[in-house]
């Protein structure tokens, strides 16, 4: 068994896994890449170091400097295990309908952790972007903004998009993924189309997102939703849109409900982001009655214990 200098070294060349049980479809071949195998337990472990590494070659990151970041959670992770195995300290802001696990979990890693308000326009001075910009303004500072951070898309360009390519022996008719940043969807779209542009791209997105309307060019219709980790009020720069054939609008409940699903017949935890790629890749599936579909599911549900996985909550929500 190889060793790891540390635990940068253990990040990426996560394990794929065909979903028998969930898939009605016989013809498709349904492959789920496991980004909670990430040591950081998601997918963002990938970017964290990504964005740390490339500005330390732009000289944009000094010994000591401090971290901020607007993150939903699991980036915050990320930067979290680059920052410690590289000498930086963190700050993060977060909206506040996000996990308290989340929250926690941050500061577990010795991070400093600022909630905004969720409902709040992105140019409020309250909201969780605003609040990370001032900060950055305040302290000797790096912003790696994971929605701007070309580093981002590259991560997957580089390393998932081959991964993925490599585990399927390039025999796959599409790829699923939620869509937050579209780093993921983007880097491992553009690596996939340059290898066999016939391969389909698919992204999901909660209703309320302004996502799938500014894809297909309809009214904007933007509004709160439960889904955790996906879907925008702004378009990110790492989103390309040029990469992706076709946007899913998925729904809270469904969404949520496919993630216990997921649990209870693969045996696979995952929160409603993962559950939402995965609406999407069934309806993907029906749609193409057979070949290889790969979906990505992005983090563990054990950090969504409180929700996911509460029926309290879901009543309370209504999402039961
Ligand atoms: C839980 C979860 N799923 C999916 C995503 C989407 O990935 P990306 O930002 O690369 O589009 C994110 C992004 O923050 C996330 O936190």
């Known amino acids: 068994m190889r060793v790891a200098e540390n635990l940068l070294g253990l990040i990426g060349r ?7 049980r969930i898939n009605p479809v016989k013809g498709v071949r349904l492959l789920a890449k496991l980004e909670y195998f990430n040591p950081g337990g998601s997918v963002k472990d990938r970017i964290g170091i990504a964005m740390v590494e490339a500005a330390e070659r732009a000289g944009k990151l000094k010994p000591g ?4 970041e607007p993150t939903s959670g699991n980036t915050g992770v990320g930067l979290c295990i680059a920052a ?9 802001t977060m909206p506040d309908k996000v996990s308290p696990e989340k929250i926690d979990l941050l500061k577990a890693y010795g991070a400093e952790v600022v909630v905004c308000p969720t409902a709040v326009a992105p140019e409020d001075p309250e909201s969780y972007y605003s609040v990370a910009k001032k900060i950055a303004q305040e302290r000797p500072a790096f912003l790696p903004n994971q929605y701007e951070n070309s580093a981002n898309t590259e991560a997957h360009y580089r390393a998932t998009g081959p ?3 490599e585990q399927t022996d390039g025999k796959l008719e599409a790829f699923i993924a939620g869509v937050g940043t579209g780093g993921t969807i983007s880097g491992i779209g553009r690596f996939l189309k340059e290898k066999n542009a016939q391969i389909k791209i698919i992204g999901a997105d909660p209703e309320g997102s302004m996502i799938y309307t500014e894809f297909y060019k309809l009214p904007r219709n933007v ?3 439960l ?5 925008e009020d702004i378009i990110p720069g790492t989103l390309d849109f040029k990469v992706i054939d076709e946007i899913v609008r998925v729904y809270d409940k469904e969404s949520y409900a496919m993630a216990r699903e997921l649990a209870q017949k693969e045996a696979i935890l ?3 982001s993962g559950g939402a790629a995965l609406v ?3 309806r993907c599936a029906e749609k193409i009655r057979r070949g290889t579909l790969v979906v990505l599911i992005p983090d563990t549900g054990r950090q969504y214990l409180s929700k996911v996985y509460s029926e309290r909550w879901l009543r309370e929500n209504g999402l039961v």
């Open 14 to 20: 996560t394990p794929m896994v065909t979903l028998n």
């Open 84 to 92: 410690i195995l590289k000498g930086y300290r963190v700050v993060f």
């Open 223 to 225: 509004h709160t939703y």
């Open 163 to 165: 991964e993925i390519w």
């Open 227 to 231: 889904i955790e980790g996906i879907g």
């Open 65 to 68: 400097d401090w971290i901020v």
């Open 270 to 272: 995952t929160g409603s």
């Open 280 to 282: 999407a890749a069934l």
